[in-house]
T-cell receptor, first 113, second 119 residues
Framework: TQLLEQSPQFLSIQEGENLTVYCNSSSVFSSLQWYRQEPGEGPVLLVTVVTGGEVKKLKRLTFQFGDARKDSSLHITAAQPGDTGLYLCAVVYSGGGADGLTFGKGTHLIIQP | GAVVSQHPSWVICKSGTSVKIECRSLDFQATTMFWYRQFPKQSLMLMATSNEGSKATYEQGVEKDKFLINHASLTLSTLTVTSAHPEDSSFYIC???????????????FGAGSRLTVL
């Protein structure tokens, strides 16, 4: 089973619309990160949330960490074509003894002009 | 800010040959680097953790003899795909851990990735 479930998997909307993507798990995490990845590039860190209920804003992007620290959401207001990309949530998971990041499958977002 | 460089950006090779991908931390020292693989339209899958001066730690299902990792210095880790086959074609991404000065929180910086195509 996937540690992090992201939804929706694909989303295509018009410029100017609002959207929310979700990252859910049955596990509790000390922190959670959101990344954006463009084709042919590595992921770029957008934000780290660490406190249950925490809300962080990055321009038109609003990130929220669930009260129980099991889930998170990313809301984009007035989406622009430049927001197009793969949005990934990730947590540090010591499953194999290593502490690399474990990623969700991501949300492929396309903003049409 | 911290920068991680990968080389080459893309490589095409014949089946059966070996390919080496380098991951360098340009302006910081990284005792730990991570290697990921990403297939088209899919997420990043952690392959292994590269520790400077010691053996890499591989995730379950990743063949250590096929994906050789060497972390010989605090700024360089290499991934060698041995006897590559078409199913090894993928986007390989590394990341390096640095310590932020103010908060002490571990931060991972990702390279731009290396696209491997095996013919």
């Amino acid at each position: 089973t996937q540690l992090l479930e992201q939804s929706p998997q694909f989303l295509s909307i018009q410029e100017g619309e609002n959207l929310t993507v979700y990252c859910n798990s049955s596990s509790v995490f000390s922190s959670l990160q959101w990344y954006r990845q463009e084709p042919g590039e590595g992921p770029v860190l957008l934000v780290t949330v660490v406190t249950g209920g925490e809300v962080k804003k990055l321009k038109r992007l609003t990130f929220q960490f669930g009260d129980a620290r099991k889930d998170s959401s990313l809301h984009i207001t007035a989406a622009q074509p430049g927001d197009t990309g793969l949005y990934l949530c990730a947590v540090v998971y010591s499953g194999g003894g290593a502490d690399g990041l474990t990623f969700g499958k991501g949300t492929h977002l396309i903003i049409q002009p | 800010g911290a920068v991680v460089s990968q080389h080459p950006s893309w490589v095409i090779c014949k089946s059966g040959t070996s390919v080496k991908i380098e991951c360098r931390s340009l302006d910081f020292q990284a005792t730990t680097m991570f290697w990921y693989r990403q297939f088209p339209k899919q997420s990043l899958m952690l392959m292994a953790t590269s520790n400077e001066g010691s053996k890499a730690t591989y995730e379950q299902g990743v063949e250590k003899d096929k994906f050789l990792i060497n972390h010989a210095s605090l700024t360089l880790s290499t991934l060698t795909v041995t006897s590559a086959h078409p199913e090894d074609s993928s986007f390989y991404i590394c990341s390096a851990r640095s310590l932020t000065g103010s908060t002490g929180a571990n931060v991972l910086t990702f390279g731009a990735g290396s696209r491997l195509t095996v013919l």
